[in-house]
Nanobody, 123 residues
Framework: QVQLVESGGGLVQAGGSLRLSCAAS????????MGWFRQTPGKEREFVSA????????YYADSVKGRFTISRDNAKNTVYLQLNSLKPEDTAVYYC????????????????WGQGTQVTVSS
């Protein structure tokens, strides 16, 4: 069965860093673009970043550009999100998602989703 399992979330002070990981199984990882989204209570799910199958194309929301970096390792079926210079407004549940073939920025365009990992940034 298809699984996307996020890890690496936690509590960090403003200005700190985290690295999120998403381990994929049950589908051909290299056929899929991978994305990260985030959501806080009472708000819509928000696009954060995405990467194409070969890592030649990446895309970032304006709110995280210059602070977050997405990467993938197809040999390990894993996508990563490096979060630097964290701000309290980055606090959210972060979700990994997969879609065939190309990058999109809307949640409805993605085929598979993980369970999420909590990132909390304190003031």
């Amino acid at each position: 069965q298809v699984q996307l399992v996020e890890s690496g979330g936690g509590l960090v002070q403003a200005g700190g860093s985290l690295r999120l990981s998403c381990a994929a199984s049950g589908f051909t990882f290299s056929y899929y673009a991978m994305g990260w989204f985030r959501q806080t209570p009472g708000k819509e799910r928000e696009f954060v970043s995405a990467i194409n199958w070969s890592s030649v194309s990446t895309y970032y929301a304006d709110s995280v550009k210059g602070r977050f970096t997405i990467s993938r390792d197809n040999a390990k079926n894993t996508v990563y999100l490096q979060l630097n210079s964290l701000k309290p407004e980055d606090t959210a549940v972060y979700y990994c998602a997969a879609r065939r073939w190309d990058i999109k920025t809307t949640p409805g365009a993605y085929d598979y989703w993980g369970q999420g990992t909590q990132v909390t940034v304190s003031s």
